[in-house]
């Protein structure tokens, strides 16, 4: 079992989800992906259909992190710069894949209906390896450890699932969330202590209010899924100590 | 009318986002309230409860832009970083305000219920002002350009509403969506010269499937809406000389 930690990146490419007229729902799927794998998702950016942001993104994320997975702007309008952009990051010019002009004419029958917008498509940062799109054509790529995948959400998330059997899983990370009717600063002496004293668990806390009432969740993270329910099992003692009632205790 | 482009941009703090427990439905609210605002939202980061990278995003984005706001780690928990980091962002010390001192009192009544993780909430970085929070109690602060503001959403946006009136509105920009039932790449070329043909103009262009079936909606932006009103008539000609049907059009 591979117990190195791996980490990863996400960069949302769009001036419609800066503008709030698109609602990024990417980054969450992609985030629930690489924690059901055991990868660390550890940044997220949005940045706007811009040259300079998005290279600067690229470059300094994936030298930093495992893996970075971008979404958005692989299509055929003009507002779509991901394929150039990344290979600009990369140092690389934009090639004709023989393969994603294949997969264009499979998908439109006719070698007349591939239009200069539709070419565009084939296009790929020279060294790349196509991900396929079996929904519209448009394909993604994949060069060194950067995932370039389409925006809509149905798109995206057919390219995750079929680039993760392909990932390197890093340690799995388990969680228990237990939800109690007190308010975060009843409660902050003791997730602090209970998190110090106990190494490789960490314990994050989420208040949230309905019609005026508190409640708190506590979740509880690490690889040892024993000491995690050792630490769910105290917290529990301690809010009702506390005088609090538990609301939920739920594996994630 | 003041006409010089402002800029913002927002930083979600919180490992909750990143696992993907939580939805960030932040960005996407201040987006929208910065738009109205004639303000353009140009980045978007999300970054975990770390202080290094939180730092190194505050300190990249002020410099950068007019300003930011970051949602999250504001409360009395352990893991609740953003006063530390911010104020080590901008060199300077945590000092108990008197004014966030008060406005604890006033929520809970009582000195006595004001223990350490509640005492913990009045101090905030040197030279900041607090953002009131009537819903908990917790303080935002301003320091610089810089808004930090509570993670839980109707908190921040009850904090969002009551800054939007001190903040300089730069132009404000229209802007006009026209959906058909074509696809990206029967179009880009249109697009691409009507945005190249009308200076001060930009056409994005977001596909998406129901069904099997795609459509595309062209989104016109721009501060003079009489251009933008002209762009989109030019717009839906050529859809319909494609064989298209305008599905919408809609002011946004």
Known sequence: MAMEKKTAAVIVIGNEILSGRTHDVNT??????????GI???EARVVPDDFDLIIEAVNLMRERYDYVFTTGGI??????????????????????????YQMLLDYYKDESKLNDARLKMTYLPEGSDMIINKVTGAPGFKIGNVYAMAGVPKIMQAMVESLLPSLAGGVKIYSISVTVNLVESQIADILQKLEEDNDGVEIGSYPSFKDGIGKVSAVIRGPDKEKLE???KALQHAFIDLGGSILEVKEL
Chains 1, 2 share one sequence.
């Open 75 to 100: 299509g055929p309008t003009h507002d779509d710069m991901s394929a150039e952009a990344i290979a600009r990051a990369f140092g690389v010019k934009l090639v004709q894949h023989e393969s994603a």
């Open 28 to 37: 969450n799927f992609i985030a629930k992906a690489m924690t059901a794998k």
């Open 230 to 232: 050792h630490v769910s």
């Open 40 to 42: 660390q998702l550890t």
